[in-house]
């Protein structure tokens, strides 16, 4: 059996007090402010453009940012975390997020924007790693500790599709400002509770703070998401974005091979040499490019094919995070009557089952809302299944001392993949997009801004109007559907491949929800 004990901790609750329910109440109110965080921007940034006139070069630093920072600084946040205390860098975390939001709120430029959601990031890095680290520690018992991390997948997943939807009811009443605000109070609550409540929780190390270390991490690690992000926007000619891969590549070569032959390492890398450990990480990866790709492409194809409102659109969606969080609360039971990597196989098989749905029901001719919220219930629900089994494994597979740099890996899979999912998977869908356009009805400008991207052709048949106008979005929309529908079906080979990694190299009595004898 492979289980490992809880960290070391100055304030320990009792496994049997009722207090450790009102922590996972906290920590899932915490991570539900950083998810919302996530995807709320999305909404607002139509609004926050009309009001602040950024430059293209300043939408895209708007955009990007809070996720380079907040992918950058996850390794640096958690193994601070190990050695001045968990609960202390989510305190600071939140301090952080507090006043980067008050920063935006008053924002009258777009670099003051920037800037909050650079600080944004720092907080987020803070407070994820934290919040799976001290329900390690609190969550003594096995079987409970999966039902925590259960909880934590569900509002990670629940949060990132809320956030379109809050967010669009608040911007439509309140501003873009409104949604920075709404982070406010909800920190400061999270800071006032949880200093009285939340236990702090520690890794005494010896030696110096590797400084190094951290310049090479948050360094490769900038590169790496700036890269991919660039894939996504450039395209796979793009020489900036190998530039930035091929810097990442190197840079973090050089950080892992240092890390291996420090005695006291930022980041643990001899985990990977662990099976189930790089299998769950893998897992989540996989699966994230999957989700990330289809959320996208399903907002694009609500927002610009089918005309819906971004408040709509979100609420559209809801089947996805409905189904994840349902699955998501259930899996540790199957977790501990079943062999995990049958819950990990079958979560990821219904996952596949979802992303070629679509496909299917295209080439029928039957493709509308109904095929389409039916497969985001059945990702949602593969989703749910699988990543809170692999998040249950990969943190059960860390020894104590290194609990919160398999955080770290845990929450960077979860952020890499999305963004490897937007860029690789949407590049492919925007090809065939381009492949499948029609004769256009406009030369020139307005046709290269129609090749561009749907948003672009929607705007352009918005300024061409009339039949003519109706008659080219209506081909857009076509050919947009042509090029998303194949991008899913070969997304769909992800988690495949996942399911396959799974049920061959996890061992088979690999019990994460059972204690250690």
Do not use: C
Not at 9 to 34: E, N, Q
Not at 239 to 267: D, H, M, N, S, Y
Request: hydrophobic share 55%.
């Amino acid at each position: 059996m492979h289980a490992v004990a809880p960290g070391t901790t100055s304030d320990l609750i009792p496994s049997g007090d009722r207090r450790r329910w009102a922590v996972l109440a906290i920590l899932s109110a915490s991570l539900l402010l950083i998810a919302m965080d996530t995807t709320i921007l999305n909404v607002a940034f139509p609004s926050l453009v009309s009001d602040l006139q950024p430059t293209a070069v300043e939408q895209l630093w708007i955009i990007d940012i809070y996720a380079l920072a907040l992918s950058g600084l996850l390794v640096t946040a958690g193994a601070l975390g190990d050695r001045w205390g968990r609960k202390r860098v989510l305190l600071l975390g939140f301090a952080i997020f507090a006043g980067a939001s008050l920063i935006a709120v008053f924002a009258v430029s777009p670099w003051q924007v920037i800037a909050a959601r650079a600080l944004l990031g720092a907080g987020g890095a803070a407070i994820m790693p934290a919040t799976l680290s001290i329900l390690r520690s609190v969550f003594t018992d096995a079987r409970e500790r999966a039902f925590a991390y259960a909880v934590w997948a569900a509002v990670l997943g629940g949060g990132m599709a809320l956030g379109p939807v809050i967010g669009g009811l608040l911007v439509e009443r309140q501003g873009w400002h409104s949604a920075f605000l709404l982070n406010v109070p909800v920190a400061v609550a999270v800071i006032v509770v949880g200093g009285r409540m939340l236990p702090e929780s520690y890794e005494p190390r010896e030696g110096r703070w590797d400084w190094w270390g951290v310049v090479q991490s948050m360094a490769g690690m900038f590169a790496l998401v700036g890269g991919i992000k660039q894939l996504g926007k450039g395209g796979p000619g793009s020489p900036v974005a190998w530039g930035l891969l091929a810097v990442a590549a190197v840079v973090l070569t050089i950080f892992v091979r240092r890390q291996a032959r420090l005695e006291q390492p930022l980041l643990q890398v001899r985990l990977f040499t662990s099976r189930p450990f790089s299998i769950a990480a893998s897992t989540i990866f996989l699966g994230m490019i999957a989700m990330g790709a289809a959320l996208f492409l399903i907002t694009q194809w609500f927002q610009y094919g089918q005309g819906y409102s971004p408040i709509t659109a979100g609420v559209r969606l809801l089947p996805a995070p409905l189904g994840l969080i349902v699955t998501s609360l259930v899996t540790p039971t199957l977790m501990h009557r079943l062999p995990i990597r049958h819950v990990l196989g079958a979560g990821l098989v219904l996952m596949a089952a979802g992303l070629a749905l679509p496909w299917v029901m295209e080439r029928s001719g039957t493709l509308g809302y109904p095929a389409v919220a039916v497969s985001l219930g059945v990702i949602g629900a593969g989703v749910g299944v699988a990543t809170t089994a692999a998040s249950v494994t990969l943190m059960a597979s860390a020894p104590a001392r290194d609990v919160s740099g398999a955080a770290a890996v845990d929450e960077t899979s979860y952020e890499l993949g999305a963004a490897m999912g937007v860029a690789v998977l949407g590049s492919l869908a925007t090809a065939l997009y381009r492949a499948n356009l029609p004769e256009l009805p406009v030369a020139g400008e307005p046709a290269a801004h129609v090749r561009d991207s749907i948003g672009e052709a929607a705007h352009v048949a918005g300024e061409l109007g009339g039949p003519a106008g109706t008659a080219l979005l209506r081909d857009v929309s076509a050919a947009f559907t042509s090029g998303m529908t194949p991008t899913f079906l070969i997304s769909a080979i992800l988690p495949l491949a996942a399911a396959v990694l799974a049920w061959a190299m996890v061992p088979r009595d690999l019990r994460p929800t059972e204690n250690p004898h």
